[in-house]
């Protein structure tokens, strides 16, 4: 990371927002956008399904992914980590410890969510990325990381269940428990 990319970081990790509200930079500059009701009630969702079907994982969210790579650190909506790996101190957290990460649709990230993120996620080796669109009320499951990019993709519309491998487990999440926009 440079050190200009490092200062920016810092700066956004610096500025103060409503819950509600995020902070893009992009190639314009600075964005502040809206969170919808749908995104924060489906991630909710996500992660109460998390906590009560996985045993032995902590359900997280808020949070970003280690190590940086190319001055991109995501922030995925939804994850877990190994409850022996788990430090509720923490806002970070390396990407060999995640199985799988979500990410929930909002109007500005529908770009990003489906064309940018799965090839950061499969660089990294994330064995798992789910893309939960609450515009579509449909989801997105890749699989298998090769080479930068999942060999794997299941879709389904919100009412179906959604299978996750996580260690020796199967998360079952309920989509027709996510809300449409």
């Known amino acids: 990371m440079t050190i200009a990319e490092d200062w920016v970081a810092d700066a956004l990790e610096a500025i103060q927002l409503p ?4 902070l893009r930079l992009t190639r314009n500059g600075l964005t502040v956008v809206p969170v919808t009701q749908a995104h924060l009630t489906t991630q909710r969702r996500i ?3 998390i906590e009560t079907g996985l045993p032995g994982w902590v359900p997280v969210g808020e949070f970003s992914v280690l190590p940086p790579r190319e001055g991109y650190q995501p922030e995925p909506d939804a994850s877990a980590l190994p409850e022996d790996k788990f430090d ?6 390396p990407e060999d410890l995640l199985p799988f990460v ?6 500005e990230s529908a770009g990003r969510d489906y064309n940018t993120k799965p090839e950061h996620y499969a660089l990294r080796g994330i064995p798992v990325y789910l893309i939960v669109d609450v515009l579509a ?6 699989t298998q990381p090769e080479n930068g990019a999942y060999q794997c993709t299941q879709s389904g519309p919100f009412g179906k269940e959604i299978e996750i491998p996580v260690a020796d487990q199967t998360l079952v999440l309920d989509s027709s428990q996510f809300m449409r926009v």
Do not use: G, I
């Open 102 to 107: 979500v990410e929930v649709v909002s109007p």
């Open 137 to 142: 009320a449909s989801w997105t499951l890749l």
């Open 19 to 22: 819950r509600r509200m995020r």
């Open 47 to 49: 992660l109460a399904q």
């Open 88 to 93: 509720a101190s923490k806002s970070k957290f």
